[in-house]
């Protein structure tokens, strides 16, 4: 083809409408008529709003979690007679684009099996494998698989473990979810072999419930033809029209005829993921459906690449062409660091191109430049390090521009280039920094002598890309020489000055070491092994990640089964088949409204202000709500708590506070109300946000908890002979639940019905009840499972259904309030936050005297969820000592109040007392792991709070798993390493746990029935599915105690009118008091039975002996009231055990890192289901690494505005993130007496050892300062980035040699 057509097409008329467009889409075999629609809708909120297809589910509308995936298929444009097909975000893809696919068909995951038809065998194995804990993320997970398996039958081990970095999963820790995806890898599970052809065979149409066949011709459903007869206009509404050309030409006669109007070219659309408010455009035109845009030719001088090739097939071409250029594999991988393998699917590297220039601090991971060629045409060229034409590109006014192909050269002879790009998470991250280099070397009298170079990076400063004045001082020189390292660093230090304003952005510290260190790196990678020392070749290479597995070791009791029996969740198949249904799934009642909040953007000041004329002026509105309009009490937390109001009434306490609700017919509407709705603020305040500053400002709550002191810790303090102080911080945690925070009320006849995702339905009751102003009997709240909720739904999901049941009150209609990811980041607390001062006095070999410590607790704007009190239980951990003082003080802040979190009070307070035990060793130059091993508790020790450790496992624990883990074998190998390697660093840490679990406040009502027609079981019970397991355990003990199938046994939603006054589903008792309940529950059946079955014949069959019973009059239903007896002092019911050892491996260059290996043994009782203990403990320790190392909360402290508020920014941990070996026993023949049927708990104790992982990393960092003859003691908070870590290795570039 032509490269472009000249702008005298623009001349052209329009020619008479070709033919009839279509207007018919087709999901899952069957087409629909989307004539009517606006093309821009996501494809998600098609499918689930207008088709019910709630598979499908969404969380971020960014592209950033996956739970949206779906796979699409149409005629390749590029190759005809193929196909296409690939998973893509729903949420991303609008359906308008589906109509410049020819022949598309999007498949969802009710296409693929159900629960009554037949799972196909990705659904089944995730579901056996348990890799489904909330299930929330499953769809998704299933349909990325699909993808993969469509285009490739066998993929390798590799290939399924790099296809699920657009996938996040918060509950398992992903190990289940990628041993399920490999069992299809060729290398995979032999005896799994022969079910892939499956797939094809079980994809059943929902529509006709027989298989689908591949699609044929689109039919033409509802044709349209645009009024104005411009056959390339779909759609004109509201000012914005859709354009969908299908040459070049149709372009840019679009382009020319409203040159004066805000146009939009949509390639993949996959921008607003990241820049939602961009626009606003008046003409949309989307590419796609431009053939000629699609080709890809190879020459001698390099690849061109039209702009609608994505980047997932511009990959594939680097790759076929690799042998024509060194480069292209480097440009190949470098490309597949960009988002998810579902977003490459759809994005091109011309969106890249103009992001850059539309927003210059964007992170690029790319290097560009571009080269005009031939008159009013665009043709950019692509090598990662020519900075001209980026800067070209930056300069050049884009608006109405269009980029055609890009032009790839291959590398000249003696060429060699490198890139880098460095993340704060394994995948699917926006680079921290990235770099480019080419350089050009000619061997001339033994030398190796420059002859090119080009250096470029972003990420440094706005206008920072290209390092001239190294370039300059490299040219000519000879690399072999210190001199030209040194010289060339010294130059580059200079020239390199990294922006500071960003809040956001790490430190100008990091980034100039890593603009060197990257630098250093492709430097050494010029130069032969006769040049470069041997230990400073580990500079060269980046860290290598290997095939992820682990080992998960148990035991059961197969003769107590169902009880102990590694099952998986019962609804795991129902989840994993996109069946599961959540409170936002359920369809529409008629007249059903949907509610969306207005948030504060002030942190500290008065509302002034509401004004909603705007928005009640958007078609559709019904009303916004504000604090007047509450009927009852204006707060979401019921007496005795402190008021947190429902909608602000004057004094805002925090950024993202709660205003008003913008209730319409739609969410869209809604959501389209809240940005008109203004808010007028007075007596505006700096807020206060850090905890130095509470303290400086001497912001506190009352204290809720008295100091703790214990002997004489003062006097054990100075009359011992060594002693250290110091302080550790720790930062918030969001919960990352997939779903977010969501209720819909409905008014009946005997008061509000409330679907709520709440861990604590007794609670929401009162709120719910109080804020409208009725009695708690008028409130009735179903839920059957949550999404998702560690801590985050206990407390704060009443403010979603508060705010519901105001206006489906008033209103008298049903109200649907769903909290957007943005929405729910700022207006919900997180994890508490510290500042933890500590003194410490002890023995020489470590052993502990005396512990005073200070816990500075942020508790944001409302003490309510207080934990600083409960953290007392934890401050020992493991260790013993006869002196202490825990000071504990709650500090008022302007954030949101902070709430619960997966084992609060615990995680931080455990990795207090580990950094105290740390600090030691280093201060006696002693290895922590004795250090540690000399002050565990023994046998019958008594903890601070006095409470006697009768059955103390932590010493034989320990002592256990060092001798399993090899870990002084494994010490010795690392100290070889690190002595034979200056650049990267190894180290091991062992974390050992005690966790005193108490049962105080669990209080749950659970009842049991059995049916008289047929004997089968109904439960219901007052805690909540969370993904835990919990119903699977309540089934198991079920079936146990009565002795009847597990497939007999029913549980039911839970609701607050067959299981009232329950207490909270959390602090991990959940699971393990409704399995008490319901064993109590079977056992008073079994007695009322007991005298009926011993009248009849042995082997009477279960059905006839409940018959029999039943016409005897026995009551068939039993009722247990689980009530822990009251305990002084928060006393435990009995402790968990547990030892983590890590090993970790870091590049000291960069701070990346990675787990090389975790080893777990944990205590769990005797285990009720070792399978949902094993994937407790995994998802544990998993999401403790995000707390560790990735999951930075950023505020702007002027305005108290959270900035890390979605997937971009906030980063929980990917499939890539966890230890490349991860082993998880489960402790043998440990029945705990005082448990559940000898068990014990998983959800939250194995979090707190996930320090260890830091902890690794932290001895890897002391081996690189080692080398810089640095030997103090320095801590490495909670938590420690990329960026902190390389900073500690204390790199200069005065160290970098050959
Ligand atoms: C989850 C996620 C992760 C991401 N991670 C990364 C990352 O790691 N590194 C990185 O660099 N980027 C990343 N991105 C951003 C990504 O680069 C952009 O979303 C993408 O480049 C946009 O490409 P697109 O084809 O979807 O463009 P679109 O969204 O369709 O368009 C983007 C812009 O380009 C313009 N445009 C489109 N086609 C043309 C053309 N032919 N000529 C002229 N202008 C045109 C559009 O008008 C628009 O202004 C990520 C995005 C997401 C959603
Ligand atoms: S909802 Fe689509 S990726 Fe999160
Ligand atoms: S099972 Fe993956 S998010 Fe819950």
Known sequence: MADSPTRTLQTQRWKACREPRKYSVNVNGAHFNIADLDPQMSLNEYLRSLLNLCGTKFMCYEGGCGACIVVLEYDDPGNTGKRVVKSVNSCLFPIGSLLSMKNSQVTTVEALGSVKTGLNPIQERLASHNGSQCGFCSPGFVMQMYGLLKNNQTPSLQQVEDNFDGNICRCTGYRPILDAMKSFAVEGDSRQKGTLTDIEELKICKKTGQPCLRIGPDETVGCRRSEDGNSALFFKKDGTQWFQPTTLTELFMIIQEHQHDGIKLLNGDTAKGIYRGDGPYSILIDMKGIRELYSVNMDAGGLKVYSNVSLTSLIDYLNEYSSKSQSYSIIADHLSKVASDPVRNSLSYVGILVQLWKHRTYPSSMFVHSEAQGEKLHIMHIVEVMPYVLLRILHVDMFGEVILNVYIPVLSDGESMRTFKVMPRAQNAHAYISAGFRAKIKSKDGNQMVESISMVYTGISQDFVHAVKT?????????????????????????IIPDEKNPLLTSAQYRKNVALGLFYKFYLSLLSDQIVSPRNRSARSVLHRPISSGKQVFSTRPEEYPLTQPMPTIAAKLQTSGEAAYVNDSLPLPNELYANFVLSTEGNATIDNIDINSAMEVPGAVTVLTAKDVPGSNTFMPLPNEIEEVFCSGNVLYNGQTIALCVADSSDTARQMTSRVKVMYKDVKPPIITVDDAIAKQSFFPPTQDDLIVGDPEGAISKSPFKVEGEIRVGEQYHFHMETQICRCVPTEDGLDVQASSQWLDLLQQAVAGAIGTDAKNINIVTRRLGGAYGGKATRANLVACAAAVAATKLKRPVRCSMSLGTNMKSIGRRHNYLTKYKVGFNKDGTLNGIIFTYYCNNGCSPNDDEVGVSLIFSDNTYK???????????????????????????????????????????LSLDPIDVKQRNLYAKGDITPLGYPLPYCSIQDLYAALLQKAQVKTRQDAIQDFNSKNRWKKRGLAVCPLKYAMGWVGGCFLCTVTILASDGTVVVSHGGIECGQGLNTKVAQVCAFVLGVPINNISIKPTNNWCSPNSGPTGGSVGSELNCLGVQKSCEILNERIKPIKDKLPPGTPWNEIIMKCFSAGVNLTAQY??????????????????????????????????????????????????????????????????????????????????????????????????????NIELLKDAPNPTGVLRSKASGEPPLCMSSAALFAVKRAVESARAETGQKDYFSLNGPSGIDTIQTSCLVDYKQFSL
């Open 471 to 495: 370039e300059n001082y490299l040219q000519g020189k000879d690399i072999t020489s210190e001199a030209t390292l040194q010289g060339a660093l010294a130059t580059l230090d200079k020239e």
């Open 1121 to 1222: 009231w689980v009530w822990p007896e009251p305990q002084p002092d928060y006393a435990p019911q009995y402790n968990s055990y547990g030892v983590t050892v890590a090993e970790a491996e870091l590049d000291v260059l960069t701070g990346e890192h990675q787990l090389s290996q975790v080893d777990i043994l944990f205590d769990c009782g005797e285990s009720l289901n070792p399978a949902i203990d094993v994937g407790q403990v995994e998802g544990c320790f998993v999401m403790g690494l995000g707390y560790w190392f990735t999951e930075k909360v950023i505020y702007d402290l002027n305005t108290g505005a959270l900035l890390t508020n979605n997937t971009w920014e906030y980063k929980p941990p990917s499939s890539k993130d966890i230890p490349i070996i991860f």
């Open 881 to 923: 000592c006869s002196n202490w003082h825990i000071k504990p003080i709650a500090l008022k802040t302007n954030i949101p109040a902070t709430t619960w979190c997966r084992a609060p009070g615990s995680l931080q307070n455990i990795f207090f007392i580990e950094t105290v035990m740390e600090h030691i060793a280093s201060y």
